[in-house]
Nanobody
Framework: QVQLVESGGGLVQAGGSLRLSCAAS????????MSWFRQAPGKEREFVAQ???????NYANSVKGRFTVSRDNAKNTLYLHVNSLKPEDTAVYYC?????WGKGTLVTVSS
């Protein structure tokens, strides 16, 4: 069983940046396409970004050009660099790989 633990969330002003991390418990992490999702208050969970095991990346249109997903397979860690943050980016950000989900890290963007 793979455990995923997110960190790096917090309160930031609009225009600011954060780096979110997702630490995986197993080396099988390298075999998975890994994704970030987010869920804003009162809204459904939505896709944010994905990076495949081969390093191909996909982004939701709403974050293209502002967010960057990356992975360090040696550290079993997934990252999401979030820049030019907007109040509408406020959400709990979740890490996903296969059937596994983390518990999320909260990002709050103040205007």
């Amino acid at each position: 069983q793979v455990q995923l633990v997110e960190s790096g969330g917090g309160l930031v002003q609009a225009g600011g940046s954060l780096r979110l991390s997702c630490a995986a418990s197993a080396r099988t992490f390298t075999n998975y396409a890994m994704s970030w999702f987010r869920q804003a208050p009162g809204k459904e969970r939505e896709f944010v970004a994905q990076i495949t095991s081969g390093g191909n990346k996909n982004y939701a249109n709403s974050v293209k050009g502002r967010f960057t997903v990356s992975r360090d397979n040696a550290k079993n860690t997934l990252y999401l660099h979030v820049n030019s943050l907007k109040p509408e980016d406020t959400a709990v950000y979740y890490c996903n790989g296969g059937d596994y989900w983390g518990k999320g890290t909260l990002v709050t963007v103040s205007s």
